[in-house]
Protein backbone atom coordinates (compact mmCIF):
# COMPACT_ATOMS: atom_id res chain seq x y z
CA UNK A 1 0.00 0.00 0.00
CA UNK A 2 1.40 3.48 -0.84
CA UNK A 3 2.37 5.23 2.57
CA UNK A 4 -0.17 7.87 3.12
CA UNK A 5 0.72 11.41 3.59
CA UNK A 6 0.03 13.73 7.07
CA UNK A 7 1.06 16.95 7.50
CA UNK A 8 0.11 19.29 11.15
CA UNK A 9 0.57 22.26 12.15
CA UNK A 10 0.04 24.28 15.74
CA UNK A 11 -1.96 27.57 15.17
CA UNK A 12 -2.54 29.25 18.57
CA UNK A 13 -2.59 26.35 19.82
CA UNK A 14 0.02 24.95 23.33
CA UNK A 15 1.96 22.03 21.12
CA UNK A 16 -0.07 19.78 23.64
CA UNK A 17 -1.77 18.07 21.36
CA UNK A 18 1.63 17.35 19.14
CA UNK A 19 2.75 15.82 22.47
CA UNK A 20 -0.01 13.86 22.70
CA UNK A 21 0.22 12.49 19.18
CA UNK A 22 3.68 11.22 20.23
CA UNK A 23 2.15 9.34 23.29
CA UNK A 24 1.36 6.67 21.04
CA UNK A 25 4.56 5.65 22.09
CA UNK A 26 6.04 2.59 19.98
CA UNK A 27 3.24 2.42 17.57
CA UNK A 28 4.70 5.08 16.23
CA UNK A 29 7.48 2.62 14.31
CA UNK A 30 4.03 1.16 12.74
CA UNK A 31 2.60 4.36 11.54
CA UNK A 32 5.51 5.13 9.89
CA UNK A 33 5.73 2.23 8.02
CA UNK A 34 2.41 3.33 6.59
CA UNK A 35 2.29 6.83 6.42
CA UNK A 36 5.20 9.60 6.38
CA UNK A 37 4.80 13.46 7.42
CA UNK A 38 4.98 16.53 4.93
CA UNK A 39 4.98 19.42 6.31
CA UNK A 40 4.92 19.27 10.23
CA UNK A 41 7.18 20.58 13.39
CA UNK A 42 7.63 16.98 14.10
CA UNK A 43 10.24 16.90 11.15
CA UNK A 44 10.46 20.96 10.77
CA UNK A 45 9.49 20.98 7.20
CA UNK A 46 7.95 24.42 6.59
CA UNK A 47 6.45 23.96 3.26
CA UNK A 48 4.23 21.31 1.87
CA UNK A 49 6.57 18.95 -0.17
CA UNK A 50 3.26 17.90 -1.97
CA UNK A 51 -0.40 17.32 -1.63
CA UNK A 52 -1.13 15.20 1.31
CA UNK A 53 -3.85 13.16 2.42
CA UNK A 54 -4.41 13.98 5.54
CA UNK A 55 -3.96 17.24 7.22
CA UNK A 56 -4.13 17.66 11.90
CA UNK A 57 -4.53 21.14 13.00
CA UNK A 58 -4.09 21.74 16.31
CA UNK A 59 -4.86 25.45 17.78
CA UNK A 60 -7.48 28.21 16.40
CA UNK A 61 -7.08 31.67 15.07
CA UNK A 62 -5.30 34.26 16.68
CA UNK A 63 -3.75 35.70 14.44
CA UNK A 64 -3.02 36.48 10.40
CA UNK A 65 -0.81 33.83 9.71
CA UNK A 66 -2.55 31.31 11.97
CA UNK A 67 -5.34 32.39 9.32
CA UNK A 68 -3.09 31.93 6.61
CA UNK A 69 -1.75 28.25 7.42
CA UNK A 70 -4.82 27.16 8.13
CA UNK A 71 -5.56 27.96 4.31
CA UNK A 72 -2.72 26.31 2.84
CA UNK A 73 -3.75 23.13 5.30
CA UNK A 74 -7.24 22.91 3.61
CA UNK A 75 -6.03 23.91 -0.27
CA UNK A 76 -2.99 21.20 0.46
CA UNK A 77 -5.04 18.07 1.83
CA UNK A 78 -7.79 15.89 1.44
CA UNK A 79 -9.05 15.19 4.93
CA UNK A 80 -8.35 17.94 7.18
CA UNK A 81 -9.04 17.30 11.26
CA UNK A 82 -9.23 19.69 14.36
CA UNK A 83 -7.44 18.52 16.91
CA UNK A 84 -8.07 19.57 20.34
CA UNK A 85 -10.37 21.62 21.92
CA UNK A 86 -8.38 24.74 20.82
CA UNK A 87 -8.85 24.06 17.24
CA UNK A 88 -12.53 23.14 17.68
CA UNK A 89 -13.87 25.72 19.84
CA UNK A 90 -10.84 27.98 20.22
CA UNK A 91 -9.92 26.58 23.75
CA UNK A 92 -8.52 28.59 26.87
CA UNK A 93 -6.81 31.07 24.29
CA UNK A 94 -11.06 32.23 23.51
CA UNK A 95 -11.10 33.48 26.90
CA UNK A 96 -9.58 36.68 25.57
CA UNK A 97 -12.94 37.00 23.46
CA UNK A 98 -15.03 36.98 26.63
CA UNK A 99 -13.27 38.98 29.01
CA UNK A 100 -13.06 41.74 26.72
CA UNK A 101 -15.63 44.78 27.85
CA UNK A 102 -14.62 47.43 26.37
CA UNK A 103 -15.05 49.46 22.93
CA UNK A 104 -11.95 48.43 21.81
CA UNK A 105 -10.86 44.77 23.26
CA UNK A 106 -7.79 44.14 21.25
CA UNK A 107 -6.25 47.48 22.52
CA UNK A 108 -7.30 46.22 26.11
CA UNK A 109 -5.53 43.02 24.97
CA UNK A 110 -2.24 44.68 23.88
CA UNK A 111 -2.21 47.03 27.01
CA UNK A 112 -2.48 44.78 28.98
CA UNK A 113 0.46 42.36 27.66
CA UNK A 114 2.90 45.05 26.77
CA UNK A 115 1.86 47.85 28.89
CA UNK A 116 -0.07 47.35 31.93
CA UNK A 117 1.29 44.05 33.33
CA UNK A 118 3.13 44.76 36.57
CA UNK A 119 6.11 42.91 35.23
CA UNK A 120 6.33 44.68 31.46
CA UNK A 121 9.29 47.03 31.31
CA UNK A 122 8.38 48.92 28.04
CA UNK A 123 9.97 52.58 28.61
CA UNK A 124 9.00 53.61 25.20
CA UNK A 125 5.80 52.44 25.94
CA UNK A 126 5.22 50.60 22.32
CA UNK A 127 3.73 47.91 21.16
CA UNK A 128 5.51 45.67 18.92
CA UNK A 129 4.40 47.02 15.26
CA UNK A 130 7.49 45.31 12.80
CA UNK A 131 6.33 44.48 10.01
CA UNK A 132 7.16 41.13 10.05
CA UNK A 133 5.01 40.04 13.37
CA UNK A 134 1.62 38.83 12.47
CA UNK A 135 -1.02 41.19 13.61
CA UNK A 136 -3.55 40.05 16.01
CA UNK A 137 -6.96 38.91 15.14
CA UNK A 138 -9.66 41.18 16.59
CA UNK A 139 -10.46 37.97 18.46
CA UNK A 140 -9.50 34.31 18.71
CA UNK A 141 -11.56 32.22 15.69
CA UNK A 142 -12.21 28.40 16.09
CA UNK A 143 -10.75 25.91 12.70
CA UNK A 144 -14.60 25.96 11.60
CA UNK A 145 -14.84 29.35 11.62
CA UNK A 146 -12.68 30.03 8.85
CA UNK A 147 -12.57 26.77 6.73
CA UNK A 148 -14.70 23.31 6.41
CA UNK A 149 -13.31 20.37 8.22
CA UNK A 150 -13.69 17.00 7.94
CA UNK A 151 -13.39 15.57 11.15
CA UNK A 152 -13.12 16.97 15.16
CA UNK A 153 -11.18 14.89 17.46
CA UNK A 154 -12.22 16.34 21.08
CA UNK A 155 -9.95 16.88 24.32
CA UNK A 156 -7.61 18.73 25.69
CA UNK A 157 -5.00 17.21 24.54
CA UNK A 158 -6.67 14.04 23.20
CA UNK A 159 -5.20 10.94 23.89
CA UNK A 160 -2.58 9.19 22.30
CA UNK A 161 -5.07 6.35 22.36
CA UNK A 162 -7.76 8.11 20.63
CA UNK A 163 -5.46 10.18 18.21
CA UNK A 164 -3.99 6.65 17.33
CA UNK A 165 -7.70 5.21 16.55
CA UNK A 166 -8.45 8.14 14.25
CA UNK A 167 -5.69 8.35 12.48
CA UNK A 168 -5.15 4.31 11.63
CA UNK A 169 -9.19 4.70 10.29
CA UNK A 170 -8.24 7.71 8.48
CA UNK A 171 -5.32 6.16 6.73
CA UNK A 172 -7.06 3.11 5.85
CA UNK A 173 -9.86 5.81 3.93
CA UNK A 174 -12.46 5.32 6.70
CA UNK A 175 -14.05 7.87 8.99
CA UNK A 176 -12.66 7.90 12.43
CA UNK A 177 -15.18 5.83 14.53
CA UNK A 178 -14.93 7.07 18.29
CA UNK A 179 -15.65 4.81 21.28
CA UNK A 180 -17.66 6.90 23.48
CA UNK A 181 -15.05 5.76 26.30
CA UNK A 182 -11.93 7.77 24.36
CA UNK A 183 -13.83 11.01 23.98
CA UNK A 184 -13.53 13.42 26.17
CA UNK A 185 -13.10 17.53 26.63
CA UNK A 186 -10.99 18.18 29.30
S1 LIG B 1 -6.35 21.58 22.93
FE1 LIG B 1 -5.22 21.68 24.86
S2 LIG B 1 -3.38 20.49 24.47
FE2 LIG B 1 -4.26 20.98 22.46
S3 LIG B 1 -3.26 22.88 21.84
FE3 LIG B 1 -5.12 23.47 22.92
S4 LIG B 1 -4.47 23.81 25.06
FE4 LIG B 1 -2.87 22.62 24.04
Known sequence: MKKKRIATASLAGCFGCHMSLLDIDER?????????????????????????????IEGGCCNEDNVHVLREFRKNCDVLVAVGQC?????????????????????ECLDEAYRASPKVMNPDNQIPNDP?????????????????????????????????????????????????ALIKYD
Open 132 to 180: ALPLLLDKVYTVVDVVKVDYQIPGCPPSGDVLWTALTALIKGEPPELDW
Open 28 to 56: IIDLMKVAEFDRSPLNDFKKFTRRCDIGL
Open 87 to 107: AIMGGLPVMRNAIMHSDDPLR
